[in-house]
């Protein structure tokens, strides 16, 4: 089962994890978009770190400068995603589809990507370092000037 969320509905969800992470959980709430239907959806620049989006379908999404430090990304489709430039530091990516997704530029540092398929994926100039890529698919990826220290 997916949660489909209409785009005035999404950014409400935006707007109170902001506030809540900001304020320490004070105030506003966790972003809670497991299994949720974004596909298409422009998240550019938007702030979802340590959101849930576990098995969340991203395929085709805009993410360019999100920040998804910590955010829980496992099993999440974000084929052909675009990421450049994506704060994905210690987030949980196990398992997650990340096929011809674009992270150039991507902070992935420390992140789990346990798993995951990355074929094809623009890794260009992503920062790896101490990412766990143990069985991480990365047939034809794209690592030219990556960091992996």
Do not use: V
Not at 54 to 74: E, I, Q
Not at 115 to 123: K, S
């Amino acid at each position: 089962m997916t949660d489909t969320h209409t785009a005035a509905e999404l950014a409400a969800i935006l707007a109170s994890h902001k506030l809540w992470s900001l304020s320490s959980g004070m105030a506003g709430s966790h972003a809670d978009l497991r299994r949720a239907y974004l596909r298409n959806a422009d998240l550019s620049y938007a702030y979802l770190a340590g959101a849930k989006l576990t098995g969340a379908d991203l395929a085709k999404s805009n993410l360019r400068d999100a920040d998804l430090r910590g955010a829980y990304l496992a099993g999440a489709n974000l084929r052909r995603a675009d990421l450049r430039g994506a704060n994905l530091s210690r987030a949980d990516l196990t398992g997650a589809n990340l096929r011809h997704a674009d992270l150039s530029h991507a902070d992935l540092s420390h992140a789990d990507l346990r798993g995951a398929y990355l074929a094809g994926a623009n890794l260009r100039r992503a920062d790896l370092s101490h990412a766990d890529l143990s069985r991480a698919d990365l047939t034809g990826a794209n690592l030219t000037g990556a960091t992996t220290t």
